[in-house]
Structure formats: structure tokens, C-alpha cells
């Protein structure tokens, strides 16, 4: 655990840090369209890349800390607000909440480390690989489909699924949190690309429609 | 477009995935023993097959994994889908073409082994 003052230095340094998509923060507000589709950016969550065969002892001690480890494509697992997205048959992303990291006085991805101790694998810290935009609103599928060739269709995605795929010809996570609720989650050098991708995308929603 | 059914993911669209070159290239034996020909001819010959072709994909954008295809060059019909390793699937099983695309056991976990 890190000493007192140095977590407040850390708190006092991420004060000053900036998520990939923060220049596009007002664009995203000034775009959003309340009660049809909304956009903004969740920054800073906590993700740590897992490569662990799930089957063997060390996937297993990994499994405990997170709570379980998904075992197909699209499958998300976890327990609490912590979630593991399937990416590959032996690698996983975590994606958690920012003060869940070591460096704000969590716990993660220390206590991965500490499961996966001299096993096969590995855990990696990626919380500065990718950022997180959260599409959300009735027409946030409709937003998607513009870009994403996969089957949106809520009989067929279905909220707590999550694929690796490429939207508006770049490659991101797409995971569906809540029944109009999407996080997609780019690296941090296609977030802007991606943000003004989708902010494009929605404009048509902002005008009334046209009969 | 193709619509390639990855073992792991399921079917996704062509511009997803790599394209390996042909599949079942053997590394030579010994390779010191080669002569510049049988070297060269290891290196950069490859098959121009009409028809079924086995050819190695990648996932690039889904699950990152390796696999091979039986495809035909002719119809871009996908006659089979099968892991790295694997030997080619009999042509007579799949020569109809129609046939669903074998989908097998998920490929090995090459980035967890240390």
C-alpha cells in the first residue's frame, strides 16, 4: 500500500492530467441531444489487460479477484462495479472504476498481480491504453449501426455483451451496458477521431424530423 | 465483402481479419542443407490454386487469433474454418461448397503460455 503522502501526491498529479477525448468535452455537451441520444466521455476508468488461460490454476487465482472470467466471446464477468470484458480465448480486459487504481488508494491491478504471482500470464496496467465514450438514448443503436457492421438488434445484443470490433473503420470495444446504454471504448489515439465520428453521427437527431 | 466466420467470434466482416498467405507451409527441416533454390522456392513460392484453396487468417480486430480457411479462389465460397495445426480437412467432405462452415474447438492460448 503506498503511504499516505505519497497517494496525496498522486491525487494532487492527477489533477492534472487529461483524458484523451477532454478537448472534445464541450462539443459532446453541445451535441448531445436529451432524450435521444447523449454523448460524453467517462475518463480515467481503471483497465488492467489480463492473458491467462482461464482453465488453469493461475486463470482460476486471477478469476477469484475479478469474479470470474468470461468464457466466450461477447461475455462479460465481474462482481461490483468491476467488469471483465472477453477480448481473445486467453485475454481479457478489466475495466473498473478510476479510484479503484493503486495510485488513488485502490487495490487494482495489485491485487492481480499479487493472483497471478509466478503463474503463466500476465497483467498489464492499460488504463491510459483506451478511454471510454458513453453513448446512451433511444437512438444511440441507430447512432452505431452507422458505422458498426455487427448485429445491433436488441434480440440479438443483448446489455451485458461486449465485442471487440471495428466502429467507423476503427477498432474498439463495444459494450452494451444497459438497454440504451453503450460504452465504446477506442485507444486514446482514435478517441478523438472516434468522438467527432459519432458526434457526426448523431447531428441528424438534433433537427425535427422530417416527415 | 466476405463474411468470415471466425471460430472464436463467429461471423464477422472481411475487413476485420489478415490474410496469412497459404496455409500448411512446412518450416524446412534443416534448413542450412537447402540449396539458394529450395530456399528461395520455401520463401516465395506459393501455390496459385483454381479453386479450394487452405489459406491462414488472422482476427485482427476481434479476438487476435490464427486460424485457417479452406476458401475457393473461384466462388469465394468459405468450405471450412479449422485450427492452426490442423491438417486440411478432406476436399471430399467439403467439396459441395455449400456446406456450413466447420466450426471447431477454440485455437490455443499462444499469449498465455510465458
Known sequence: MADTAALENSKKIQTLRKSPASLLGKAFEAGSVAGTVELREVPFLTMAGLRVDPAGEAGERVGAVTGGLPAASGEVRGSGDTAVLWLGPAEFLLVAPAESHDSLGGELPRALIAALADGPGQVVDLSANRTTLELSGPRASAVLEKGCALDLHPRVFKPGTALSTEIGGIPAVLWKTAEETYRVLPRASFAEFLGRWLLDAMREYASTEVP | ?114
Not at chain 2, 480486430?61 to 478432406?90: E, S
Not at chain 2, 467439403?94 to 466450426?103: E, F, K, L
Request: aromatic fraction near 12%.
Open chain 2, 1 to 114: 465483402m466476405l463474411l468470415i466466420p471466425c471460430p472464436n467470434c463467429g461471423p464477422r466482416d472481411e475487413t476485420e481479419f489478415h490474410y496469412g498467405g497459404q496455409a500448411h507451409v512446412a518450416y524446412p527441416e534443416n534448413p542450412a542443407e537447402l540449396t539458394d533454390r529450395e530456399w528461395a522456392e520455401y520463401l516465395f513460392y506459393r501455390d496459385n490454386t483454381k479453386g479450394a484453396f487452405a489459406e491462414r487468417w488472422l482476427h485482427s480486430t476481434g479476438c487476435r487469433q490464427w486460424f485457417n480457411m479452406l476458401r475457393d479462389t473461384v466462388t469465394y465460397d468459405i468450405q471450412a474454418v479449422y485450427p492452426m495445426g490442423q491438417p486440411r480437412p478432406d476436399k471430399e467432405n467439403t467439396a459441395t461448397g455449400t456446406t456450413a462452415p466447420t466450426v471447431t474447438t477454440p485455437v490455443s492460448p499462444e499469449g498465455a503460455i510465458k
